[in-house]
Structures are given as C-alpha cells and as structure tokens.
C-alpha cells in the first residue's frame, strides 16, 4: 500500500484533514459579535463553493446586533405555532438514519443532562430558536427557478461556510429548524417569492465549558457507505 504522506499535496491534506475533524455543530456560543472583516474572510472562502454551470445561486443575509436579536425573538415567540418550510422535511427517518439521529439526540442530552425529562429535552430543543445564543445569523437561500440543483449547489456552500468559519477559529451551526418558520423569516428578511430559504447558519465564538458542546457524532466507516466497481 502506498504511504498516504507521498501523495502530491499530502501537507495540503493534513491540514484540511485538521479543520475537518475539528470542526462540530455549536450548540452554546459567546456574546460577543465578531469583527465584521473576519466575517467577510469567511464569506470570501465560501464564495469558492463549485456549482452546477457556476451558477452560484446562494445570497445570504448575515445578521448582527439588533438584526440577530430581532430575528431571535421573532423565532421565540412562533416556536410554538404552525410549521411551514419552502423545502419538504423528511418524511421519516428509518433504519440506520434514524438510528444516527436518534444516537446523536441522545448523546446532546446526556450531555447537558435533561436525559428522559421531556420539560427539560422542550426548553433544550428551544435553543435552536434562540439560536445557541450566537451573536450572528446566515440565512442561505436558492433561485426558485434552479429547482433541485440550486438546493444542491446552496448545500455545497453550507459545507464550505461551515469549514471555512472553522479554520479561522469561528464554530457554527448550520440549522434546519429555522427556516420551518418561513412566513416569519419571509417577512422579516422581506425576501422575494423568486427565492426559496434553504437553512439558517449561527455563527460566532463558542463557549467551550458549555456541556452542550462537549460530545462529537461518529462517522460511518468507508466500507459502508461506498461500493467499489472495479470491474
């Protein structure tokens, strides 16, 4: 077997290798807002997300301050109301899907310690819609008319984001659950019916004691995910 450290751009590799695997979801974040060219820095590295036909089909909104806590408070008080995204939710999880969601539900709630108690498993499921207490928020939308390959392309940019805050010391959190309030986010963003809102990312220092931080998800080995057809 060849020594993976004589591949060209083994160095490269490492390094990204490290901005990988330290890379998690923050579930707890500082106050405090970042200054607005390391966010810039981070958008600047997202924007080099590969798209179908280069399409690059995402706009984001990045808010801070008063913009964040704004939406903060509009996501608090409907999270309790009706559901409605632009995207279809998953109709159900089953078999080894919902085993890995239900392992890393459990793993977040073992580690604050709310465990059975479903008063407490609600209040912790609202820190999505307080956003972690995360000082910004991005929200990724597609061209409607881009269908499928605009949702897909828009992924693509969530994982570059996500990596890029990484490596420049920034934790994130990219989060379904908000845009589940799409009339709101609609409203307070006032979007266009031309786009679609794909995901929110919080962003911002994480608060490293929190408990809410201290687990990491496993990844599925190589051999179960990937079939080879060398013939």
């Known amino acids: 077997m060849s020594d993976p450290a004589q591949f060209p751009g083994a160095s490269s590799c490492d390094t990204f290798e490290s901005v990988l695997n330290s890379r998690y979801s923050c ?17 600047s590295l997202a924007q080099r997300t590969p798209s179908w036909c280069n399409a690059q089909p995402w706009q984001v909104a990045i808010t801070s301050g008063a913009g964040t806590e704004r939406l ?7 999270a309790g109301g009706a559901r409605r995204s632009d995207l279809p939710f998953p109709e159900t999880y089953v078999g080894v899907y919902k085993e ?57 940019y969530v994982t570059t984001f996500l990596l890029a805050a990484r490596s420049l010391g920034v934790a994130a959190i990219a989060q379904a659950a908000l845009v589940s309030q799409s009339d709101f986010l609609r409203r307070a963003l006032r979007l266009q019916d031309d786009r679609v809102l794909v995901c929110g990312i919080s962003f911002g220092l ?26």
Request: with cysteine; proline share 5%.
């Open 27 to 43: 579930r707890a974040f500082r106050p405090e807002p970042l200054e607005r060219a390391l966010i810039e820095r981070i958008l």
């Open 206 to 231: 994480e608060e490293e004691t929190h408990p809410a931080n201290a687990f990491r998800t496993p990844r599925e080995e190589i051999a179960n995910v990937v079939q080879w057809m060398d013939a």
């Open 72 to 78: 903060r408070e509009g996501f608090l008080e409907g």
């Open 100 to 156: 890995r969601r239900r392992a890393c539900g459990l793993q977040l709630y073992e580690s604050v310690g709310v465990g059975g108690d479903r008063q407490a498993s609600a209040k912790q499921s609202l820190e999505n819609y307080r956003l972690f207490g995360a000082p910004h928020l991005a929200v990724v939308t597609t061209d409607r008319s881009l269908g499928v390959y605009g949702v897909l392309d828009c992924g693509a």
